[in-house]
């Protein structure tokens, strides 16, 4: 087992919000944004959920199947369409609650899964509005996420058995890095990762149980569609696709790596 970081709770918090911090679009590229750089492709996300549907598995199914009791309550925060947590409410024919601050991504969950309740919103700040669960899940959300203590804390607060939070090993956008200094001469940062993420869960307390694995998917089908988020991420008009999808080509950015992501959870007792 990997070991883990002795320094406080605090410490821990305060390093993940000053590594987020660096990973701002510096002010005169953002400015010269057609589209918010930061944003998700909500057909993107719907493709991931039917392929999860179709095929549900992996770390993150089994550990919140583990603690969901049939019929029982499973909350996702940053559900986006309903990849991670509709396949495991409908195994359980459980309740899902799928908080999200995106009402795009609301919509087509609802379209998808009728029978959801849907609550949009900022988490934590709407933690509030939303009923506690058997399991409260998370993924793919925490590199959104500044306070992530405050994040983990309402989490958890709304969770009657466990918690589990997906996410990938390093930052979403890593891949991008080299087209960042060919575009724009910026060198992107490397922290924080997921390790960081889970010393805070155990700094905070939490038994975290946690297991790092191959993605299942890829991140994009194509170089075009690398480069149609890539215009995106780095500010750029997107008529200059086929000239960043040749640059992907060119520094290596495309095929991309295999990607590994981490499953942690933590029991709420
Ligand atoms: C990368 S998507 C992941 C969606 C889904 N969990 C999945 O695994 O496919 C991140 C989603 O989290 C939402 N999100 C990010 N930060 C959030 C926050 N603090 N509160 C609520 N939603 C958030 C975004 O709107 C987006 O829909």
Known sequence: MTERSTDSPAALAARWRADLERWAIP???????????????????????????????????????????????????????????????????????????????????????PEAVTI???????????????????????????????????????????????????????????LWAHFHGVTRPVTPTARDAVDLAAAMGHDVDEETYPAPDDLFESVEELAGSACRRLCLDPARAAEVADAALVLGVWPLPPRRWTTMSWEVC
């Open 27 to 113: 002010a005169e590229i953002a400015a010269n944004a057609p589209v918010n750089p930061w944003g998700h492709a909500v057909d993107r996300f719907a493709r991931r959920t039917d392929a999860s549907l179709a095929r549900p598995g992996g770390p993150t199914f089994e550990r919140v199947l583990a603690a969901l009791p049939e019929g029982g309550t499973l909350l996702d925060v940053g559900a986006g369409t309903g990849a991670a947590g509709l396949p495991a409410a409908k195994d359980r024919r459980a309740r899902l609650i799928a908080v999200d601050e995106n009402a795009g991504m609301l919509a087509r969950l609802g379209e998808l899964s």
């Open 120 to 178: 949009e919103g900022r988490w934590p700040d709407i933690a509030d509005k939303v009923p506690v669960a058997d399991v409260a899940m998370c993924a793919h959300v925490v590199f959104n996420v500044p306070d992530l203590a405050e994040f983990f804390a309402a989490l958890t607060a709304h969770a009657r058995r466990r918690v589990v939070v997906e996410l990938p090993e390093e930052h979403p956008t890593s891949w991008a890095a080299p």
